[in-house]
């Protein structure tokens, strides 16, 4: 694995969130899928991510940005992950010693998406807001062993 560029690699419970120096670098990312399979399978998902160059209306108002690998669960790249976005939240909130405050987050996959996240301490939990798209409906009928 290439490590030009990494300035920080935590582990988030079962993933993997590796800081860049830059959102360029998040954006230029071409990871080898095999060999994260190989090399860090035993990760749910790959975080990569990098504050915003200036933040505020230069980066579209954003604190950070992120991209989300998941080969170990089918996804290549995953367009936009909330799971994740509980990880990144409070590594971001406490990097950029933003605790309690509403953070904006992009996730720069190919379809790319806008959350806020926010780390209530007090609670000790993440708080979410973002818009979803539906992917796929499922209908299952259930039979009782009664």
């Not at 108002?61 to 996804?75: E, L």
């Not at 190919?110 to 959350?115: D, E, Q, S, V």
């Not at 993440?126 to 009782?144: F, K, Y």
């Amino acid at each position: 694995m290439n490590t030009d560029g990494i300035t920080h690699i935590v582990e988030a419970g079962e993933d993997l969130l590796i800081e860049l120096e830059s959102v360029d670098l998040v954006a230029q990312c071409m990871p080898n899928i095999s060999e994260i399979v190989r090399k860090l399978g035993k990760y749910r998902c790959i975080l990569i991510t990098a504050k915003a160059n200036k933040g505020g209306e230069e980066d579209d108002g954003v604190d950070f940005q992120s991209r989300v690998f998941a080969p170990s669960c089918g996804v290549n790249e995953d367009p936009v992950t909330g799971s994740a976005h509980a990880a990144l939240g409070v590594y971001w909130s406490e990097r950029l010693n933003k605790s309690d405050a509403w953070l904006r987050a992009y996730q720069a996959s190919k379809r790319g998406g806008y959350l806020k996240v926010k780390h209530d301490t007090e609670k000790d939990r993440i708080l979410m807001v973002g818009s979803a798209v539906t992917v796929s409906e499922v209908s299952m009928m259930l039979r009782s062993k009664l």
